[in-house]
């Protein structure tokens, strides 16, 4: 069974600093993996997802998340933070064995830029 | 990218009454939707996948009768809260997957509908 897991309910990072979201994923095949962004009373906007080539992958906003398989980690990281991407995220995997598998979402972390 | 739209934001209603949701995929067909239900400070449930002209299916402990979906073309789904009762109020949130994306199954979202049952 595939699984997906985001170990922090929260992450506080100030303005201009480098933040990271971290995730870690369970599949029985290949991992195909996304992250999205949620603000208040809206729905999800993708941001970047990794299906094969490169191990990092450049997305939306600035953001990028590096594929580890060793790890089993698709951590979202951004450079320098803006105060904009304070919201809520969510990793998600599909198992590319089936290409019935759906897609699995972690609970969310709840990403805090301070000024 | 493709766009997905949802409609109301918000509803409210008196118990007992039925609601309607709708979810358009503005910009692409899509054969296959989904339909979420998000509570306060958790991640998303899915409730059920909706194939366009046939039954949806449904994740285990989800009421088919409660929660009716209809997939009637290829650009629109329709989730029907019937007989809404106040744990039935949450944040609802449609999905749909593009076809060129078929295979890696990335989703678009509605922006989501908050439903309040008085």
Known sequence: ?115 | GAVVSQHPSWVICKSGTSVKIECRSLDFQATTMFWYRQFPKQSLMLMATSNEGSKATYEQGVEKDKFLINHASLTLSTLTVTSAHPEDSSFYICSAREEEALRTGELFFGEGSRLTVL
């Open chain 1, 1 to 115: 069974a595939q699984s997906v897991a985001q170990p922090e309910d929260q992450v506080n990072v100030a303005e201009g600093n480098p933040l990271t979201v971290k995730c870690t994923y369970s599949v029985s095949g290949n991992p195909y993996l996304f992250w999205y962004v949620q603000y208040p009373n809206r729905g999800l906007q993708f941001l970047l997802k990794y299906i094969t080539g490169d191990n990092l992958v450049k997305g939306s906003y600035g953001f990028e998340a590096e594929f580890n398989k060793s790890q089993t980690s698709f951590h979202l990281k951004k450079p320098s933070a803006l105060v904009s991407d304070s919201a809520l995220y969510f990793c998600a995997v599909r198992d590319s064995y089936s290409s019935a598998s759906k897609i699995i979402f972690g609970s969310g972390t709840r990403l805090s830029i301070r000024p």
